[in-house]
């Protein structure tokens, strides 16, 4: 059973899993309308220029393509490694308003919680009987997480979580995923529960077609911008930019970012990665190339690069604030494009959990 995971990782498999990402992207441009694409977060914090630059961009861009595109916010997933998790309640609606101020078009894409659909979670049961704990315990991101919580015990659910992922993906049988590379195991474990549910349960109504299709990866360039100190991106460091700070608390952010001794700025992110860094975010933020940017302030030294930075974060972002801000002003509204979103959610999942039990024999009336 854990062949088909391990390989997962391997070379070959790493090259198969780049191609079919690259076709499929070609494949986008002339025929967005064979694509169902699922993709989502955890709603534990305010999202900030990392996941703006790394995945909420992209996601916009896609929908925008005319996929049909589904975000979920995995409200299961917060409690899988933490005691306390506040108001899921304010986190929920604080990401949802991130979203659509960023461009996620509700009218356009799915945006559902995934607490709120019984039929994708019921999944979960004939799902678990498809894995094995020793697959489970291998899964680099489950050993990750464990590692990160200091070597507390791992609950059921951490454990499993790669199968609810499963779950959401294919309740509603999304063909992409986007990916980084380092989540491309979990996808392989919802592609090994996808086979395995054909080999085991067998078909529903129409026997040419799998219940679920295996989904694809696609995988994008992505950035790599860290925070304000050169270190890697988190809320914990305090080093991040959040969507919805004020200007004068980005100014403020950025005025404390750490640089270098040099005067000269230039872009070399392995041997200066601080200044490097900030000379990216004010390349991402004007589309313009790094080298440009770091070529126009030249020995204008740290204090030109982080007005410039300031500047043009600031001024890139105050659509997506103001936008946020009267969103958050209008809470009516907010639920009702939840309630739709999770409507929406609930119909495809029922009518999936409908082909499990027929495949599954489990129709009795
Ligand atoms: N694990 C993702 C995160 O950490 C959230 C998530 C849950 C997800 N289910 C998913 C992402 C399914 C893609 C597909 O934010």
């Not at 991106?233 to 640089?259: C, F, P, Q, W, Y």
Request: glycine share 8%; net charge negative.
């Amino acid at each position: 059973m854990g062949e088909a995971l391990a390989d997962s990782t391997s070379d070959a498999s790493l090259q198969r899993t780049v191609l079919r990402s690259e076709q499929i992207s070609a494949d986008l441009e002339v025929a967005p309308e064979r694509y169902r694409m699922l993709t989502g977060d955890r709603p534990t914090g305010h999202l900030h220029l990392g996941h703006y630059f790394g995945s909420l961009r992209n996601r916009v861009a896609l929908q925008d393509k005319g996929l049909d595109t589904w975000v979920l916010i995995a409200d299961y997933q917060v409690i899988t490694d933490r005691d306390s998790v506040g108001s899921l309640q304010e986190r929920v609606f604080s990401l949802l308003t991130d979203y659509l101020a960023v461009g996620i078009d509700p009218a356009r894409t799915t945006i559902f919680a995934h607490s709120q659909v019984p039929a994708l979670n019921q999944l979960m049961l004939p799902f678990l009987s498809l894995v094995t704990d020793s697959e489970l315990r291998r899964n680099p991101t489950v050993k990750a997480e464990q590692d990160a919580t200091g070597g507390r015990p791992m609950t059921g659910l951490m454990l499993t979580y790669p199968v609810h992922q499963a779950a959401d993906i294919l309740f509603c049988k999304a063909n992409v995923v986007p990916v980084g590379k380092d989540q491309l195991p979990h996808l392989e474990q919802t592609r090994v529960v996808a086979r395995r549910f054909d080999e085991r349960y067998g078909r529903a109504g129409d026997a040419s077609r799998p219940v679920f299709p295996p989904p694809d990866a696609l995988l994008s360039e992505v950035p790599n911008l860290l925070g304000t100190d050169g270190q890697k991106m988190s809320k914990s460091r305090g080093n991040v930019i959040e969507l919805r700070m004020s200007a004068d608390e980005t100014a403020k952010a950025i005025k404390k970012a750490v640089t270098d001794a040099d005067r000269h700025i230039g872009y070399d992110p392995v041997a200066r990665p601080e200044v490097s860094n900030l000379v990216l975010l004010a390349a991402l933020t004007t589309g313009r190339d790094p080298h440009a940017v770091a070529d126009e302030i030249g020995d204008g030294g740290s204090g030109a690069l982080k007005a410039l930075v300031t500047e043009a974060v600031n001024e890139h972002l105050a659509p997506v604030r103001a936008r946020r801000a009267e969103l958050a002003a209008d809470p009516g509204h907010l639920r009702q494009v939840l309630a739709t979103g999770d409507a929406r959610a609930n119909e495809v999942a029922e009518q999936t959990l409908a082909q499990v039990r027929e495949a599954m024999q489990m129709v009795y009336g």
